[in-house]
């Protein structure tokens, strides 16, 4: 499968966005993944382990670690439907295993292959779940309606409370979105 554009992502994302009728945050990602017609199941692993995904003839199955806070279980749901919209095919009929995050400046990244930016596909879903959790035009709207200090971290709280998200994932959002104008 070749590789895909950054552009598609958020293309993919908008498509979904419209088509779940979902015009602010925070996007409900598990009814999204329920709506492509995934069955969520929440349930302990090991700490290491995020997220996977299996699809069973047409039927999408996304494990997601209850153990997990809620933020990452939501980004872990979110790197799952980008598995599914964008990888379908290469994951289709075996168990996809997503561990835990590394993080390097420019993506979030999920383990060590993905980390040496040799996993196209782990790369390819992190930017899929950033975007659907933290949509580029909202995103951008909500921190341009904030006034911000150096010694107040409050309108960053306040952004990654409306999103759903956790401070690091909105402070790595910040900063890949600034990489890339």
Do not use: C
């Amino acid at each position: 499968m070749p590789s895909m554009r950054s552009a598609e992502p958020a293309q993919e994302v908008e498509r979904l966005l419209k088509r779940f009728g979902v015009n602010a945050p925070a996007v409900p990602v598990d009814r999204i993944a329920r709506g492509l017609g995934a069955q969520l199941r929440f349930s302990p692993l090991d700490a290491e382990l995020s997220g996977m995904i299996y699809v069973k003839g047409d039927t999408p199955i996304i494990g997601i670690n209850s153990l997990h806070h809620p933020n990452r279980q939501r980004f872990s749901i979110a790197h799952e439907v980008g598995h599914l919209v964008l990888h379908r095919p290469r994951i289709s009929g075996k168990v996809h295993v997503d561990k835990e995050f590394r993080v390097q400046l420019a993506t979030l990244n999920r383990d060590a292959t993905s980390a040496l930016g040799s996993d196209r596909i782990e790369i390819e879903a992190n930017q899929f779940a950033a975007e659907l959790l933290m949509p580029t035009t909202w995103f951008v709207q909500a921190l341009a309606s904030k006034h911000f200090d150096i010694d107040n971290e409050s309108p960053l709280d306040e952004i990654a409370r409306k999103f759903r998200v956790s401070r690091q994932a909105l402070d790595f959002r910040i900063r890949n979105l600034a990489a890339s104008t």
